[in-house]
């Protein structure tokens, strides 16, 4: 995702993290999709494009190497608002988690991130995320979290508490619903006062079918430092 620092910050990618990884052997490609309904009007980055009414998104190409390991790409990270189409520049990623997360009641992993990132996506050329995974499947119920730290690689007191987390009740193997929350409480070292921090709460709705999965929510901010309404739709599905 951009580098949020508690402001209306856009990103390309809302997710929560469930330890789910590709089979060894197997490519699999999935889309993320973001619109802000209503955001903020000016533009975070000097070049940059004003959230309001933006659509964000990236394919995110993903290559199983282990029942344990996960590598892979985002490109194009890309932005369509205010009357322009910009690319943002690209990410790596590895993610490491407990195999066959799914049938565990108790799963865990963490997830690398590195970025290079277009100047009117980010003022941080380079950054990182860290991704720890935690979550249980209680019958019907999961529950996730995601305590997510962003870097800039400028010293561990800026790093930047963003962490994410769901509740989802399974109605099946194929469809679910769920409530996750995005935010951002600001560097580790001292939070953001709450009316800065960033807290957005989405409704989710999930179908697994046997070729591809979807995923599509709305969300709502809860603070001055949120944007007030932004939709999200991704798509998976295996390439071979």
Not at 135 to 144: E, N, P, S, T
């Given at each position: 995702?951009?580098?949020?620092?508690?402001?209306?910050?856009?990103?390309?990618?809302?997710?929560?993290?469930?330890?789910?990884?590709?089979?060894p052997g197997k490519f699999n490609l999935t889309w993320h999709n973001n619109y802000t309904f209503k955001g903020s009007a000016v533009a975070e980055e000097p070049s940059g494009i004003p959230v309001n009414h933006a659509l964000n998104g990236v394919t995110e190409w993903a290559y199983g190497v282990k029942d344990w390991l996960e590598v892979g790409l985002y490109l194009p990270l890309y932005t369509f608002g205010d009357g322009h189409a910009v690319?943002?520049?690209?990410?790596?990623?590895?993610?490491?988690?407990?195999?066959?997360?799914?049938?565990?009641?108790?799963?865990?992993?963490?997830g690398f991130e590195f970025s290079q990132n277009a100047r009117r996506w980010d003022s941080h050329q380079t950054t990182?995320?860290?991704?720890?995974?935690?979550?249980?499947?209680?019958?019907?119920?999961?529950?996730?979290?995601?305590?997510?730290?962003?870097?800039?690689?400028?010293?561990?007191?800026?790093?930047?508490f963003a962490p994410s987390s769901r509740v989802a009740y399974n109605l099946s193997e194929r469809y679910a619903f769920a409530v996750e929350e995005y935010a951002d409480f600001g560097e580790v070292s001292h939070f953001a006062k709450g009316s800065d921090q960033s807290h957005q709460l989405f409704g989710v709705f999930d179908y697994a079918g046997k070729k591809y999965e979807i995923?599509?929510?709305?969300?709502?901010?809860?603070?001055?430092?949120?944007?007030?309404?932004?939709?999200?739709?991704?798509?998976?599905?295996?390439?071979?």
């Open positions: 995702m951009g580098w949020m620092s508690c402001a209306h910050a856009q990103s390309d990618e809302i997710q929560v993290y469930d330890g789910g990884l590709a089979e690319t943002n520049g690209y990410k790596l990623r590895a993610l490491v988690a407990t195999p066959d997360a799914g049938k565990r009641m108790f799963f865990y992993g963490l990182s995320e860290f991704r720890p995974i935690v979550g249980w499947h209680l019958g019907k119920w999961d529950v996730i979290f995601n305590p997510i730290l962003d870097t800039a690689y400028d010293g561990f007191s800026k790093l930047d995923e599509a929510g709305l969300g709502f901010g809860l603070t001055r430092s949120t944007d007030d309404l932004v939709g999200k739709f991704m798509v998976a599905f295996d390439l071979n």
